[in-house]
């Protein structure tokens, strides 16, 4: 079978972004009702760019969870043998599930690996397949994309995970949930997971050639960072949920402020909550005070 999606890239290219910053900060005249005004539309243009990232993933996912490839889980009973020593089942069982999970990492930048999970939370199969050689876990029903998906029973956007290592690896997905392909009575067969690669939400940022002591991060509903325009800091985790800008763009408030960022540092912080698949994400653009 032939899938054809259509939905590789995003509506609002780097380059766009990065000349749109140029126009709305950069050639402005010094007033400041005019600054604010250009740092809002800004602003919301990476939050269209985040929310199109974020969209176009989901839809590949949505599309291909209905194929009865992804539907029917035939190798199910393999997991009684495999899940403690594989993370699930074998490499070359259920190809038909596996091929599909590999299109769609071929066809979409955004999502790092694919994945399917049993209604227990029970690992099913990963791929690409050194993504399931290397978890080190074999159940994911603590995860709130798993949670949340079998909650709303709807496509759920999860939150940031960071990884215990030394580099402090962000990771995040997008879950839908599966029903059998059963007509009389169908149920719950799984969920359909796409990790999100936070790389290239960090590429994009940092493409923008922002002027010294600017800053754009994008973060999760609970303040960790997904994306940072520091090249410097893209690598360490960060938590934003104690600015009152965070708090304001979780509350679905847009605007700029004076707000405390890096403990004692005063900066304009001008912030844009991006509402996708039952959470919120937000956009963060902060600029130093200029001293007196």
């Not at 590789?8 to 007033?31: E, F, H, M, P, R």
């Not at 876990?137 to 709130?144: E, G, L, V, W, Y």
């Amino acid at each position: 079978m032939v899938i054809i999606l259509g939905l590789q890239g995003i509506a609002v290219q780097k380059s766009v972004l990065a000349a749109a910053y140029s126009d709305t900060i950069n050639n402005v005249a010094a007033d400041d009702s005019k600054i604010i005004q250009n740092r809002i539309l800004f602003t919301n243009l990476l939050a269209k760019n985040l929310e199109n990232h974020i969209q176009k993933a989901g839809a590949i996912l949505e599309i291909t969870s209905k194929l009865p490839q992804v539907r029917n889980v035939p190798y199910a009973h393999l997991l009684n043998q495999t899940l403690n020593t594989l993370h699930g089942i074998p490499q070359y069982a259920d190809m038909e599930k596996r091929q599909v999970a590999k299109y769609i990492i071929a066809s979409n930048s955004d999502l790092r690996d694919v994945f399917f999970i049993m209604p227990n939370g029970d690992g099913y199969l990963f791929e690409p397949y050194s993504t399931q050689q290397n978890l080190t876990t074999k159940n994911f029903a603590f995860r709130d994309y798993f949670q949340g998906a079998i909650k709303t029973n709807d496509t759920y956007l999860g939150n940031v995970i960071i990884t215990k290592t030394a580099s402090g690896f962000r990771a995040g997905a997008i879950a839908i949930p599966v029903y059998s392909s059963s007509k009389n009575n169908p149920s719950i067969a799984g969920v359909w997971v796409g990790g999100l690669d936070f790389k290239v939400f960090d590429r994009d940022l940092q493409s923008l050639n922002l002027p010294s002591g600017e800053r754009v991060v994008y973060t999760g509903y609970k303040g960790q960072k997904v994306a940072d325009s520091d090249i410097n800091k893209s690598n360490t985790a960060e938590s934003f949920a104690n600015m009152n800008s965070f708090k304001n763009a979780i509350n679905g408030k847009s605007g700029s402020m004076i707000d405390t960022v890096d403990n004692n540092t005063k900066m304009l912080v001008t912030y844009q909550p991006v509402r996708m698949f039952h959470n919120t994400w937000i956009v963060l653009l902060m600029q130093p005070i200029p001293t007196q």
